[in-house]
């Protein structure tokens, strides 16, 4: 298993061993040890509803201090679509952009518009005739990870195309160079503004492979207060904005899937349905589809747990927002396209591959040996999936059990079962 970055965290003093991320967890990556939640790194997806859940805010996601951006000379803010929808009575996202740069950022870059840009060459994509049907977007970080350890048939169906942050954020960079010649590669810093632990999981994990994409990840909530303080509508602002109502939708769940019109389209929201459709995927029961879009968080990334608006409140504002913007800027959307070329700039470097959690053996033999010890635990057990013994079912606690991680005695309604059982036997 690959050593991943995570950035959903445990406040251990916080944490009063109770079980309600244990039961919400989609990977069973929690269990509760010790009197305290433990994560299993090699399992945890970084969907953030450990943290959704948690009645005591224990869970968290990690992120950079906003004091960050101090640290260069020239801060480009790169503003992902969702941070539109945090405010109320929006009628124009350049009070945002403005408010960007009174904060601190000597200019920015819309996410929005690289995700205009991505839409246009997903449409090239899907027209090739060697692509793999239903291709499943790759911009959700939560739906990379969630294939790659429990889907191994469809890490070939996903969109080997980079999501609109990365392009944003070396676009970023190439426009600050070339406007500003007197400025030097460590000059600039680039900070993308997340809705989401796992996009900053993403982003750091790409910058140590090397493929620094970005200098920091802020968090949305963080960034909105500071905006509210400043921005003032009294005053037109000044027209920054390079995007349009397609490139703002993707903050939603089944905005990117619009741009794809012409295709047959599914899109779907929140880790439970995103299951759902997977399985049904791999299970090969769904029609014919083109193009699957999946948000592990619920409405889409306005969704996510760094934001501050409830999803839907900012998907109707970002609604609002629409109106007075032009479909698209940045590419013509109007025209079926007969082009199949895609930049090579615009191709992840490495594919999506299978990468399983730990296996049980590496010796196969025995593998095979303590997968029949753990069928044979799970008829022994009440199969009540209770939570008490500290795993999320009663699978886990056997698997559990021969990997030494546990004992019989954690469950605590085993004697009772066995006593019904024997009772019902007389």
Not at 44 to 49: L, P, T, V
Not at 117 to 140: F, M, N, T, W
């Amino acid at each position: 298993m690959a050593n991943i970055r995570h950035s959903v965290a445990l406040t251990l003093e916080k944490c009063k061993g109770c079980t309600h991320c244990l039961q919400r967890c989609p990977t069973e990556a929690i269990r509760i040890r010790d009197g305290h939640a433990q994560i299993t790194t090699t399992l945890c997806i970084d969907c953030g509803e450990c943290i959704r859940t948690c009645t005591y805010q224990a869970k968290r996601a990690e992120y950079d201090p906003f004091e960050c951006i101090q640290d260069y000379k020239y801060k480009i803010a790169l503003p992902a679509p969702a941070l539109y929808g945090q405010f109320d009575h929006l009628d124009d996202i350049n009070y945002v952009l403005e408010g960007l740069l009174k904060i601190g950022f000597d200019d920015l870059f819309e996410v929005a518009q690289a995700a205009e840009l991505v839409s246009g060459y997903s449409q090239r994509y899907l027209q090739r005739e060697d692509v793999k049907k239903p291709v499943i977007s790759s911009a959700c970080p939560v739906i990379g990870r969630l294939i790659s350890i429990r889907y191994p048939d469809l890490v070939a169906n996903v969109l080997p195309l980079h999501p609109p942050v990365d392009m944003a954020a070396k676009l970023a960079r190439i426009v600050a160079l070339k406007e500003h010649p007197e400025l030097k590669e460590e000059d600039i810093g680039v900070f993308f503004i997340s809705p989401c632990p796992a996009k900053v999981s993403y982003l750091k994990d790409e910058a140590e492979k090397g493929r620094q994409l970005v200098d920091g990840v802020l968090s949305m909530g963080d960034v909105y207060k500071r905006l509210v303080q400043v921005m003032k509508r009294e005053e037109k602002p000044q027209p920054r904005s390079r995007t349009g109502c397609i490139g703002i939708r993707w903050a939603g769940s089944g905005g990117e899937a619009k741009a794809l019109s012409k295709h047959r389209h599914l899109a779907a929201s929140g880790i439970e349905n995103v299951i759902r459709v997977l399985d049904s995927i791999d299970n090969d029961t769904l029609p014919d589809l083109d193009f699957i879009e999946l948000n592990a968080c619920p409405g889409g990334c306005v969704g996510g747990v760094l934001a501050v608006e409830n999803p839907f409140v900012a998907r109707s504002r970002l609604l609002y927002v629409e109106k007075n913007m032009p479909q698209a800027v940045n590419w013509d959307f109007s025209k079926k396209p007969t082009n199949t070329f895609v930049p090579g700039d615009y191709f992840l470097e490495e594919q999506l591959t299978y990468d399983p959690p730990q296996a049980l053996d590496d010796d196969r033999r025995q593998a095979l040996v303590k997968r029949m010890q753990i069928e044979r635990l799970v008829n022994e057990l009440p199969s009540l999936d209770c939570g008490a013994c500290g795993a999320p079912t009663c699978r886990a606690l056997a698997e559990d059990i021969v990997r030494g991680l546990a004992t019989h005695d954690d469950c605590l309604m085993l004697g009772k079962f066995r006593q019904v059982n024997k009772e019902r036997s007389v």
